[in-house]
């Protein structure tokens, strides 16, 4: 087993690339799509992309985009553009020609690595139009486009530079340097560009690996998209820590994956919850082959128990871990622990990771009592350097003393461990009394009567507000609103029963697997008027 302790792991993601080369050596980084690469050639191929980069002109600080889904070449790119001290800007691979365009701009994008097409998108036809002063130059990683260089052409503009000068600059990285961007989902605004530096995501998700327990060899399966820092930093990045197999997953489809799974011996599955209840619903789940699962580690939603007993007892997952973060925490703050008890791990987000600080407050800032619920703060080396060209948004995010104001609601125990209840946005107060949606959710979903659930707060004359649930039926379910709202009458305080009831086909999600609940509050709008 390689040596690859907290004391001995680099603190920039260039070294962990060159450090995992010399550790791991031969044994498989990367499968996709038949291409196989080993952790030293991934390192020859970062620094490839890197001579290509500085050759292109890019020079210290400079930012380069990556739009495309999962794919190797995305983390080859990456790892070039941090090799030759760029900045990274991860774009979510749902965005419009405009959307896109923003964010070149915002960030200041000088060249853009991306798809000539997938899943019948031009991304770069998308970018007609739009002024987009910044950017000097397209690269296509798959495909071909208009006035575009192919990704294995652009390598080769690089062939001629020193290999030893490629080196000497990724190793002169610094901890303190900016690795990425990393926007957030703009559903309350403009989005907003989360600078972080390399050595506070290298220590990050040095903890993050091991409180999960990451092994050496092991398959990942990541399905997660990389402009996440669920699958960029708790992905491919963490497989680097660990020398684990990256096995990039483009599109989620549920037969696809279960197949992948029984196929490729899959042993890791990280994800939002809506993956493992659509995995676990399908129809013909049974005849499929999931026993290599090990590990899950889940977030980005409220995880309601029974879906925990349920990963482990139908999909055979030995471990489930759950934590919470968010894109200005790194995407860390709170982990559960190999040593916790089966509820704590199933009914918290764990308490916080090492050296940093978490505490829940009332309105005023004031931390309140264990068992009662407050505002999340977090403090501590995961804590962004704040939004890019946006001191005013940085200064609402994170006060004087260094506390990120996350905008959770949480409930913390005695032992520091956090039950997140639910966004500060999304409660909302009925006849005087806070209504957690996080909480009716789960209530809903242990029924077992249905695959999805997302309740939301909408006016009320009497009450000021109300619930409405939004549910979609579990296989051979057909539930009505006036049999939801009669299982809620029975099951739950009156004043949290939803007095409204839509039932969908589906919920709509973002790229990350959370509900949407904008998109819904929308619909409810709309329907209402």
């Given at each position: 087993?390689?040596?690859?302790s907290s004391?001995t792991?680099?603190l920039?993601i260039?070294r962990?690339?060159l ?11 990367i499968?996709?799509?038949g291409?196989?690469?080993s ?8 620094l490839d992309a890197?001579?290509?980069f500085h ?5 210290s600080g400079?930012?380069?985009g ?14 070039g ?7 990274l800007?991860?774009m ?7 959307e896109a365009?923003?964010i070149?701009n ?8 991306t798809?000539?097409?997938f899943?019948?998108t031009?991304?770069v036809a998308?970018l007609?139009?739009?002024e987009l ?9 798959r495909?071909e486009a ?8 652009f ?18 990285v610094?901890?303190e340097?900016?690795?990425?961007f990393?926007?957030?989902s ?5 989005p ?13 998700f040095m903890a993050w690996?091991e409180?999960?327990?990451l ?7 990541i399905v997660?998209?990389?402009f996440h820092?669920?699958?960029y930093?708790a992905?491919w990045?963490?497989c ?13 489809d549920?037969?696809?994956?279960l197949?992948r799974?029984a196929?490729?011996k899959i042993?890791v599955l990280?994800?939002a ?6 995995m676990?619903?399908?129809p013909d789940?049974?005849?499929?082959d ?13 995880t309601?128990?029974?879906l ?5 007892d ?8 759950t ?5 200005e925490?790194?995407?860390i703050?709170?982990?559960?622990r ?8 199933a009914?918290?987000?764990g308490?916080?990771?090492?050296d ?11 931390e309140?009592p ?6 999340v703060?977090?403090?501590?080396y ?6 890019f ?8 995010a994170?006060?004087?003393d260094?506390w ?6 949480a409930?913390?125990?005695d ?6 209840t639910?966004r500060i ?10 209504c ?16 999805q ?16 649930a939004?549910?979609?039926p579990?296989?051979?379910n057909e ?7 009669a299982w809620?009458?029975?099951?739950m305080?009156?004043?949290k029963?939803?007095?409204r009831v839509e ?19 929308e619909?409810a709008?709309q329907s209402?008027s």
């Amino acid at each position: 087993m390689a040596d690859v302790s907290s004391d001995t792991i680099e603190l920039t993601i260039p070294r962990l690339v060159l450090g995992a080369a010399e550790r791991f050596g031969d044994a498989t980084a990367i499968e996709d799509e038949g291409k196989r690469l080993s952790f030293s050639e991934l390192a020859e191929a970062g620094l490839d992309a890197a001579q290509a980069f500085h050759a292109a002109g890019l020079r210290s600080g400079d930012r380069v985009g990556v739009w495309a889904p999962n794919i190797w070449e995305w983390i080859v790119a990456a790892i070039g553009v941090q090799m030759s001290g760029g900045v990274l800007v991860t774009m979510n691979t749902r965005l419009k020609g405009s959307e896109a365009a923003y964010i070149l701009n915002k960030s200041g994008t000088r060249m853009l690595c991306t798809m000539g097409e997938f899943l019948d998108t031009n991304y770069v036809a998308m970018l007609e139009g739009e002024e987009l002063p910044k950017l000097e130059r397209i690269v296509t990683l798959r495909g071909e486009a208009k006035d575009c260089v192919g990704f294995e052409a652009f390598v080769q503009e690089g062939k001629g530079a020193s290999r030893e000068e490629a080196r000497e600059r990724a190793l002169a990285v610094d901890p303190e340097d900016l690795c990425d961007f990393l926007f957030t989902s703009g559903t309350t605004g403009s989005p907003k560009g989360v600078m972080t530096a390399h050595g506070q995501t290298i220590r990050s998700f040095m903890a993050w690996s091991e409180v999960v327990g990451l092994r050496e060899g092991e398959r990942y399966l990541i399905v997660m998209p990389f402009f996440h820092s669920f699958g960029y930093k708790a992905g491919w990045l963490a497989c680097l820590m660990r020398g684990a197999t990256v096995l990039p997953h483009q599109v989620f489809d549920v037969p696809v994956i279960l197949e992948r799974i029984a196929k490729e011996k899959i042993n890791v599955l990280p994800g939002a919850p809506t993956i493992y209840q659509s995995m676990l619903t399908y129809p013909d789940f049974s005849r499929y082959d999931t026993s290599s699962l090990r590990l899950a580690v889940t977030g980005a939603a409220p995880t309601p128990i029974e879906l925990i007993h349920r990963m482990k007892d139908e999909l055979g997952f030995e471990t489930v871990i759950t934590g919470y973060g968010l894109t200005e925490s790194c995407g860390i703050a709170t982990m559960c622990r190999f040593d916790d008890d089966p509820e704590t791990i199933a009914t918290t987000s764990g308490r916080a990771i090492p050296d940093v600080e978490v505490k829940c407050v009332d309105p005023e800032g004031n931390e309140v009592p264990r068992g009662e619920p407050g505002e999340v703060w977090v403090r501590g080396y995961n804590v962004m350097r704040g939004y890019f060209e946006d001191a005013e948004e940085t200064a609402k995010a994170i006060d004087g003393d260094g506390w990120l104001h996350t905008g959770d609601i949480a409930v913390m125990d005695d032992r520091g461990y956090v039950k997140i209840t639910d966004r500060i946005k999304d409660m909302y107060i009925s006849g005087g009394f806070n209504c957690y949606p996080a909480e009716i959710e789960s209530a809903l979903f242990g029924s077992g009567q249905f695959e999805q659930v997302a309740v939301i707060g909408i006016p009320d004359e009497r009450m000021g507000e109300v619930g409405m649930a939004f549910v979609v039926p579990a296989p051979g379910n057909e539930p009505s609103e006036e049999s939801v709202i009669a299982w809620c009458r029975d099951n739950m305080a009156n004043y949290k029963v939803p007095r409204r009831v839509e039932v969908m086909r589906e919920l709509p999600t973002n790229a990350s697997g959370k509900v949407t609940k904008f998109v819904l509050r929308e619909h409810a709008a709309q329907s209402a008027s």
